[in-house]
């Protein structure tokens, strides 16, 4: 599933082709071919006529001043991300369509009554959006302040270590979907099945399919999904680690070790409805017909009932209360 | 390729025998790379790394040349050429002498940099308390006001991290402080050594060991822990007392920097001085160390002087006189 050709010596995260150093902790990686050195002169030779070569600066690479050729040298490669694996289609067309009546029949009192029945499907169109999925082992050192010891000062300072395990945490790449939208469906994939090419269980026909890419380099990736780690990490100090009810000035650094990151494509159906001349749109699991998330109409005359009548009843128990006294 | 007989002279140069023209070049045995003076041929002498009379380090990675001569002419040109303010007016007419593009041996060291620290942390409060003060009609009034306050906690505690991509001088010849001033280099540039990179220009051997970098290296990793520890503080605000830290997993590589190295010549006072630029082959970045000019730092000291006692004269008129 990973690209790696081998493990970091210190961090053990993996090392991909066309890594010079590792990229979490910096440890150089081996030559992929070592020649044995022996005293010699060398002076290196154009393959294509013959002249001696140096290094160009304009060029940034030896090259030959007769026929222009460049040589290539192992530099540190920074391609494009790729999908690594696809999660299949399991909803199909008219199971997301009918998925759609059922959320838009359960969005409680304050959207209008007939909001199921007078809403109409405009667009439904499935589309696989794109995200890293990483584990990662963390050994996080922090300090904090909270209400916990506190003496004059609302605050007192802590400090602490702890190591912390993540699976499966992912990080959206999208540009389709918002992370709100992401928040909501990402509960809802089967992480163990996964395949090499789009795949679907279910009856759709994937040349329709909106296929996302990553569209960022492998550096820049690397770099959202430790800052991901981070803020993962952050987190979960501040809801677990550190004592006391009120927490605030987290700070983490974390030694990560261990990450293990797939790059993957998920399903989903971005459907658009339209109701009473408006259109709003939601976003259907592609393995999960009833996790959706949308935006749906309020209808203002239910809660201006509401608050009316709240106001009555306030009115009311003043006036009891007037009259008593 | 050719393959020629080399000899050494004498124990701090190589004798090589140029493989196009036969000439014999005499080169320092600390460069491994040079360029043919009569027929312009580059050679780059590998030698192995273990046996006796042979080279200290073979080089890990290289970062390539990025600036062209004449770029990094003009950009010296314009760096003599600007004003400053205490060194002397005669930069400004030096001549540049000799130019070398050098590929300088460098470390690179990375490890994981495990700390114990202890630090005061200052957690604000606000309090009310009372004073007295005077109104216009001269009456004492009794009054309140809100006022923040610090209380100062201890804090001891651990930080862990990698710190890598410093780089510290492998070269006897330049020295850490005047690396740094032209630092940074980009590192998400480096490439695996190959002697193509280096063939056509001079490169040097490391001169400095292993151990002596990882040393250097190690206190410049200290001063950078102790710089993420300072940030990593609670509190609103904060003072770190002491820490201790200690480097484990070292990994240190042998890197070539490229560096042009401007020798340049001017006049002041009949004598004739030197001076060194150097600028930064990837970068274009341009430093060097300049003289100071006494003259100059002590007419600024006496006009400053003046100016202060004549804003001190300005106040007292102002105010009514010294009366």
Known sequence: MSAALGQCERCSCPIERGDLRCAVCGLSTPAQDVTEASLRIQILRCGGCGAAVSYDAAAGAPACAFCSSVMHTEELVDPPEQTGAFLPFQVSHDEAASGLKKWLGSRGFFRPADLASSSRL?????????????????????????????????????????????????????????????????????????????????????????????????SAARQRITSAVESAAAAEIAADYVPGRSVRKVHTSVLLRSLETDRLAFPAWVLAYRYKEKLYRA??????????????????????????????VLFAIVVAIVANA | MASISTRAPDANT???QCGDCGATLTLPKTQFAAVCPYCASPSVVDRPVTDGGARREAPDFILGFHVPTEEAERRVANWLSRGRLFAP??????????????????????????????????????????????????????RTRTVTKTEWRKLAGEHACYVNDLVVTASSGLGNAELETIEPFDLGALRRYDPAVVSGWAAEEATLDRGAGDAAARDEGMQ??????????????????????????????????????FAARYMNGGEEHTLRVLV????????????????KIAAFSIGVIALVAVVVLVIVAAAGGFA
């Open chain 1, 122 to 218: 405009e667009a439904l169109k499935p589309i696989l959006w794109v995200g890293w999925v990483f584990d990662a082992d963390c050994d996080v050192t922090w300090t904090a302040d909270s209400n916990e010891g506190s003496h004059r000062s609302a605050w007192a300072p802590h400090a602490g270590r702890a190591q912390l395990r993540f699976d499966n945490l992912l990080v959206s790449a999208s540009r389709g979907l918002s992370g709100k939208e992401i928040d909501v469906i990402a509960g809802s994939y089967d992480l163990n099945d996964l395949r090499e090419e789009p795949a679907a269980d279910c009856a759709l026909d994937l040349g329709e399919v909106h296929r996302e890419t990553f569209d960022v380099q492998r």
């Open chain 1, 283 to 312: 976003v259907v699991s592609g393995q999960d017909a009833s996790i959706m998330t949308g935006e749906a109409p309020i209808s203002f005359k239910r809660v201006f009932a509401v608050a009316a009548i709240s106001a009555a």
């Open chain 2, 14 to 16: 190589l004798e090589i």
């Open chain 2, 89 to 142: 007016s005669a930069i400004k007419a030096a001549k540049v002498t000799s130019t070398r593009g050098i590929y300088l041996p460098a470390w690179i060291f990375s490890a994981v940099a495990r700390s114990r620290f202890r630090a005061s942390i200052g957690e604000n409060y606000t309090t009310t308390e009372t004073y007295t003060t005077t109104d216009s009609k001269g009456k004492t009034q009794v």
């Open chain 2, 224 to 261: 950078a822990v102790k710089a993420k520890i300072s940030r990593f503080l609670p509190g609103d605000s904060s003072r770190l007392e002491s820490f201790e830290t200690d480097f484990s997993e070292e990994n240190t590589d042998l890197v070539l920097l490229p560096i042009w190295v």
């Open chain 2, 280 to 295: 930064n082959g990837q970068t274009g970045e341009v430093q060097g160390v300049l003289p100071r000019s006494w003259i």
